[in-house]
């Protein structure tokens, strides 16, 4: 038998074949694949496996240094989300938005990993990796010139000063002739170092000042960001709790309508840079309708001298002209303030203009009036934080402002965060000058730089967590690193004392970071005073932590400890409202009656100020946070704020 | 997602938050928690509030007065996690919305999800939000992101789900602790967990003891949309009454909640 | 010139190995006893609606390939163009299920005349339709879940299932009119199949009508059951929230009048008498009654959602119209602009009204059915919800517009190909003869 095939056999097989083929599970199961394969593209990526474990640290980008917890999975263990520490005496369990992108900083496309130099070209700042050795051959041939060229041959500006590592570092410093060590004035201590200098004699406060934040009644704050985290965000749900039980009332004096003006009780917009004119006019009807309390009034020695004559050109309706508030309101809100326990802050908003030390002048004048430095007053003294000394001599600490124009041939500039404007610290340097960041990002000040040494980032680096500006008790807190660093990055002291060696100083050994925090803790248990607190339990005493290695230990698993607040003056103390020096007070009057004129800024670079207190800007930005100003429209951009027309002057 | 029809012990919880809109002072940390805590990678470049993802959306309301005598108010809305008559569950093609009858979440199977945005277009509270794109992670957070989260593609529709994981882990370490019921403090969303201000208040509206229940109960609280009978498990509450009119034409709760699902 | 450019391509090889084969072919495929255009003056009229066909395929390519983000859809609007004009397509493309409906079912043997026109508009309708779709979802891949995960409560669901099954009944419906081509018609094994196929139009037509009708309901239904969404939401008669009656009522009034409005423009672009002057009037009449009945049901629906169905909502039912461009006119437009003149143009063409007015009011009657789906997927979506929530508005990217575009260059060449092999139209021998 012959087996003959024609075209319509192969047609039927195959139509028969296909039709098969549907009713079998093939084709289904290739649809049920193929939706499997579109899940499993080369889009997603892989999580980490392991155990997941909790971890405790602080976040250091800025000075509040909000306490964190961790989780963290895998071995080692990597962090993979972050919150605040609930029960935290300090921060409350308040993490500012940033600090909840923290960890993903470590990996930002502006993060450096190694010694670099960096050149500024016309498409931006381009940063080229450099062996460790070149940087510190050339930083130290920089600073061999600058000793015939400078006055000031090397000075390291410290932007978190008052840590063992920065007493270290004075201690490398002591070692190079000409080095110095500068530390940048606080904004939020601003308004009380004011206030620091009005008073006199002992029984003023000496130490460092704070706000007591349950006593004011009426807060007049001039731009302070108070809803965003000034000094630590953990004074926000503080004061949210007393505004909505009535016993607090927030009046927001600014040009701009910032986040706090949307909060405040009442937003008084005013024409930018007047904020002197103000404060003023606050203390002149406080002078003239006879509001200052009799005990307060006494204790101040030029108030019926010089200062009644002094603020009297600056009655309600003058004010109005200068700076747009109505005569009216001026008026209420003294009256206001007269009635009970009231508070001005200065310190201006991130992102703007700091006030200028006229500004915060007058607002310091406007606090004393109110008897804020007295016994019922909102501003408190604390204890000091127990400081170890360290054998040996210590370079000498200067004010950036005491410095001399144009006289720092070398600046080291340690820390991230921008807390004082570029031109600030550009008007220091010689016209030759070199600058070496030691900022782990390609931000802010770094991008200035020449040389950059990068320290390890947050979350890397075993660090400390010093009382945040305007807190009305010392504290003490540890930041434990979560994640190894980069190879190639050196601490700060490491630096120094490579420099050193290059320089053919002789510098003392350093003692190591954990070392010296122990030393600080043991400084705190031997002053017998506060109270320890632990994750999830009671505050305890001092004298029960378990000597300075049981609080060293309790510290690194999230605990922090918190001072004893010191007692109040019985008295005012005596005090000058206006300013020490002639040239001072002349000055204070022109601010106040011309305005400050005012940079409308360029704040593209800034981040958005929430927990920036002192920090304006530009650490590098979480993508994170740019979602939150790109995707929604809660902020238009990390910048931008909405003004009141009438008020805004051509600048 | 594994849901029990019945649970293994019988008992239900209907979890709800109560958000004290007189707290929310619009940091924003909630919305960043929540991106950190669910994967949610900001957008391409190109992304603005519309096309971008967000589970938690801040808004902010102001009392139409002019400035600067305004009043402002932030409004976090989340997913009103509705109740058994989510429009999103009746509508989607696929069986990909469910409402949990355990726990009274309102959950979205993102693998199941089609992409054909009927569940957005149902959905009055705009609590949904649509991959537009492929998820770009950036450098830091890709290397870090949360195992417990699946990650999702383009194309489909997700949403807040009051982070479903940490229940399931509360859920395993009560069984491993030989349990059958989550302790109530294991279990928090991570936007009740970040907010600075303690402005959300979480937990089982049906538990009496619990902190939300009680709160939940109390003055100056009110649903988005009440009248529309969605019977969200979001509750607000403000003592500022024009805070309540603007809101929701200070309509009292209802009183008619479903007390399943 | 031209003649040396006639001799100059008669005389070469391009025209000796292709274009003479290629009318050899074009000349055997079409039917006999009917004329058409030569083969270059179609491929020059083709030609446009092929780039545009492949402009289109580009667009849709892009969509599929980099993701939606390259329309302007966004949260808000979840549905956006392709939805609506899918709608639309739809609602035209009834005309096919209710052809069939009156010519099977209802044995009005006059509508033999278009059936096989409307059957072509029909598939092109509901193929492009569903084409579309493939490229709105954001993963077709998983098209098939709808059938294996079915969601009964879902109005979606319903509308997958009937389309796909109403899409492979039109398919079946064309396959007769292509195995009717004169070559095909030369395999005996076709014929036969044919032949039988034929036997169960009837059935495949009650199908279609049946499944048609739910499929046009459901789509209504889509938005009718929004209880969420106040404007959108209807009450409920049975299961069904008013808007699914309403949308099979337009769907059935506008699809006669459709195929009445193509069937003129074929003859007019051929220059060919194709049908006698009782069908468009017989569709008239239907389309015409069919929408007087849909005006009076849209104004009774549109009047208890005004008192009753929003206000229960809390919304102030003429809020929805105070944000402009959407004001009032809207309903003024859809109910008695296009909806009462075309129903009364088409019922009375011919009695006292020329006939020419026909055509023109079957348009504007289309017009009216576009608009109402422009309503509802829309301004839906364009109103605020929330109390801090804003009107938007958003406009279709070149992307979009050019993949519906591609759907329309679709249709055109499928009815102009089937135009030309195929019987579309009975009656055109007879009516060239007379």
């Not at chain 1, 549907?22 to 694949?33: A, E, F, T, Y």
């Not at chain 1, 250091?60 to 520490?85: D, E, K, N, Q």
């Not at chain 2, 209907?14 to 619009?26: A, E």
């Not at chain 2, 959300?200 to 619990?210: A, E, H, V």
Request: with cysteine; proline share 8%.
């Amino acid at each position: 038998m012959r087996l003959s095939l024609t075209r319509r056999d192969v047609l039927f097989a195959a139509t028969g074949s296909a039709a098969g083929l549907v009713l079998s599970p093939v084709p289904w199961k290739l649809l049920g694949d193929s939706a499997i394969w579109t899940q499993r593209s080369r889009f997603a990526p892989e999580t980490l496996r392991g155990d997941i474990t909790t971890r405790f640290s602080a976040c250091t980008l800025c000075p509040a240094g909000c306490a964190l917890r961790a989780r963290c999975v895998g071995m080692p263990a990597v962090p993979v989300s972050l919150t605040g520490v609930a029960g935290h005496p300090v921060t409350h369990g308040a993490l500012c938005p940033t600090g909840f992108a923290l960890h993903h900083l470590t990996r930002h496309p502006l993060r450096l990993t190694g010694p670099a130099q960096i050149a500024r070209r016309k498409g931006g700042v381009e940063a080229t990796s450099r062996m460790a050795d070149t940087v510190i051959a050339s930083v130290a041939d920089a600073v061999r010139s600058a000793r015939t060229a400078a006055k000031v041959p090397l000075a390291v500006l410290d932007l978190r000063p008052g840590r063992m590592a920065s007493l270290e570092c004075r201690r490398l410093l002591a070692g190079i002739p000409g080095a110095i060590h500068v530390v940048p004035p606080s904004r939020e201590a601003s308004t009380f170092e004011a206030i620091r200098t009005r008073l006199e004699g002992a029984e003023g406060a000496v130490g460092p000042l704070g706000i007591d934040l349950d006593k004011p009644r009426t807060i007049v704050s001039f731009g302070a960001p108070l809803w965003e985290g000034w000094g630590t965000p953990g004074t926000v749900p503080v004061l949210v709790t007393r505004q909505n039980q009535g016993s607090l009332r927030l009046v927001q004096i600014e040009a701009h309508r910032s986040p706090t003006a949307e909060c405040a009780d009442r937003w008084l917009p005013i024409r930018p840079g007047t904020e002197a004119a103000v404060a003023l006019g606050l203390a002149h009807v406080l002078v003239t309708d006879g509001l200052v309390a009799p005990e307060v009034a006494r204790r101040a020695r030029d108030l019926d001298t010089s200062f009644r004559t002094f603020v009297a050109p600056f009655e309600p309706s003058a004010v109005e002209r200068i700076s747009g508030i109505p005569a009216s309101a001026l008026r209420s809100l003294a009256h206001e303030m007269a009635e009970g326990s009231s508070l001005a802050i200065g310190s201006g908003a991130p992102g703007t203009e700091p006030l200028g030390p006229e500004e915060e002048s007058a607002i310091a004048a406007l606090n004393l009036l109110l008897g804020n430095a007295g016994p019922n007053g909102s501003v408190v003294g604390r204890h000091e934080l127990p400081s170890p000394t360290l054998e040996g001599s210590l370079a000498t600490e200067v004010p950036l402002a005491e410095l001399a124009d144009g006289s720092v041939g070398v600046l080291v500039i340690d820390g991230a965060a921008e807390t004082v404007p570029w031109p600030v610290v550009a008007s220091k340097l010689t016209k030759t000058a070199t600058v070496v960041s030691l900022s782990p990002w390609l931000t802010g000040l770094s991008l200035h730089a020449s040389w950059a040494v990068p320290s390890p980032a947050p979350l890397e680096l075993l660090d400390e967590v010093l009382p945040p500006a305007g807190a009305p008790v010392a504290s003490w807190g540890l930041a434990l690193p979560l994640v190894a660093p980069p190879e190639r990055t050196m601490t700060p002291v490491t630096f120094l004392s490579r420099l050193a060696a290059a320089l053919g100083a002789t510098a003392p050994a350093h003692e190591g970071a954990e070392t010296l925090l122990r030393r600080r803790a043991a400084g705190i248990v031997a002053a017998g005073r506060g109270k320890v607190f632990v994750p999830g339990g009671a505050l305890m005493a001092i004298a029960d932590a378990g000597g300075s290695d049981g609080l060293y230990e309790k510290l690194s698993a999230g605990g922090a400890w918190i001072d004893d607040p010191l007692p109040g003056p019985t008295q005012s103390p005596r005090y000058m409202l206006l300013p020490p020096t002639q040239q001072e007070v002349a000055s204070l009057a022109a601010v106040a009656t011309l305005g400050r004129a005012v940079r409308q800024g360029d704040a593209s670079g800034y981040l958005d100020p929430e927990g920036y207190v002192g920090a304006t800007g530009a650490v590098p930005e979480p993508a994170i946070l740019g979602k939150l100003c790109r995707e929604s429209l809660l902020r238009t951009s990390t910048a931008a704020r909405r003004s009141m027309p009438v008020t805004i002057r051509e600048a | 997602m594994q849901s029990a029809k019945k649970p293994l012990d019988g008992k239900t919880h209907r979890y709800g938050m109560v958000i004290d809109l007189d707290r929310c002072t619009g940091c924003g940390a909630c919305m960043v928690a929540c991106a950190v805590e669910n994967n949610v990678p900001p957008g391409d470049p190109a992304a603005n509030e519309r096309t971008g993802i967000s589970w938690l959306r801040i808004y902010r309301m102001n009392d139409g007065q002019p400035l600067p005598e305004t009043r402002t108010a932030f409004v976090p809305v989340p997913c009103q996690q509705c109740g058994a008559k989510a429009p999103c569950v009746s509508v989607c093609p696929q069986n990909a919305v469910e409402v949990d009858r355990s726990s009274g979440i309102v959950g979205q199977i993102p693998v199941r999800c089609l992409g054909c945005r009927y569940c957005m277009a149902a959905c009055p509270y705009h609590a949904r939000s649509f991959n537009w794109w492929d998820p770009v992670w950036p450098a830091g957070m890709k290397e870090s992101l949360n195992p417990d989260v699946s990650t999702r593609t383009r194309g489909v529709v997700e949403k807040c789900n009051f982070c479903f994981h940490r229940l399931q882990a509360a859920r395993a370490k009560a069984a491993a602790a030989g349990s059958r019921e989550e302790s109530p403090g294991d279990y928090l969303p991570a936007c009740v967990e970040a907010c600075p201000t303690s402005a959300f208040l979480f937990g089982d509206l049906d538990d009496p003891t619990s902190d939300v229940a009680k709160a939940a109960e109390g003055k100056g609280t009110f649903r988005l949309l009440e009248k529309l009978g969605t019977d969200p498990k979001v509750i607000y509450r403000s003592a500022r009454p024009w805070v309540r009119q603007m809101a929701d034409g200070a309509l009292p709760r209802n009183g008619k909640e479903e007390h399943r699902g | 010139m031209a003649s040396t450019m006639d001799s100059l391509v008669s005389g070469t090889l391009i025209n000796t190995k292709i274009i003479e084969p290629l009318k050899t072919v074009d000349g055997k495929l079409m039917a006999r006893g009917v004329r058409r255009a030569p083969l270059p003056k179609f491929l020059l009229a083709m030609a446009p609606w092929v780039v545009v066909l492949g402009f289109g395929l580009y667009g849709a390519w892009l969509c599929l390939y980099r993701g939606l983000n390259q329309t302007n859809m966004d949260n808000r609007f979840a549905f956006g163009l392709w939805i609506y004009l899918d709608l639309t397509i739809i609602a035209l493309g009834a005309g096919a299920f209710f052809t069939g409906f009156l010519l099977y079912v209802l044995r009005r043997t006059e509508m033999k005349a278009v059936i096989n026109s409307a059957v072509v508009i029909g598939f092109v309708c509901y193929s492009g339709a569903v084409a579309i779709l493939m490229i709105d979802v954001g993963q077709p891949l998983r098209a098939w879940f709808t059938f294996w995960h079915p969601n009964i409560h879902s109005m979606l669901t319903e509308v997958t299932f009937c389309i796909t099954c109403y899409l492979m009944v039109l398919a079946i419906e064309y396959t007769p009119l292509l195995l009717k081509n004169r070559q095909l018609r030369k395999v005996p094994s076709l014929l036969v199949f044919e032949f039988e196929l034929h036997k169960v139009m009837v059935v495949l037509a009650a199908l279609g009508t049946f499944l048609s009708f739910f499929h046009q309901g459901s789509l209504g239904g889509l938005y009718g059951v929004m209880s969420a969404r106040p404007f959108a939401f209807r009450e409920a008669i049975g299961i069904w929230p008013s808007t699914f009656f309403l949308f099979i009522l337009s769907a059935a009034a506008v699809g006669p009048g459709f195929v009445l409005a193509t069937t003129a423009l074929v003859e007019k672009l051929s220059g060919k008498k194709l049908v006698k002057d009782e069908v468009p009037a017989l569709l008239a009449k239907i389309s015409g009654s069919l929408l007087i009945v849909y005006v009076l049901a849209k104004a009774v629906d549109t009047l208890v959602w005004i008192n009753s169905t929003s206000p229960s909502t809390g919304a102030e039912p003429m809020s929805f119209y105070s944000h402009r461009p959407f004001g009032p006119w809207i309903l003024f437009a859809e109910i008695v602009v296009c909806g009462l003149v075309p129903a009364l143009l088409l019922r009375d063409g011919g009695k006292r009204l020329s006939l020419k007015w026909r055509v023109p009011a079957a348009a504007l009657a289309c017009s009216g059915v576009a608009l109402n789906r422009f309503v509802m997927t829309i301004q839906t979506q364009a109103l605020p919800t929330l109390p801090f929530d804003r009107f938007l508005s958003y406009t279709p990217s070149w992307q979009e517009t050019a993949s519906f575009l591609a759907v329309v260059a679709y249709g055109v060449l499928v009815y102009a190909l089937s135009f030309r092999y195929l019987n579309l139209f009975p009656e055109e021998r007879e009516l060239a003869n007379s």
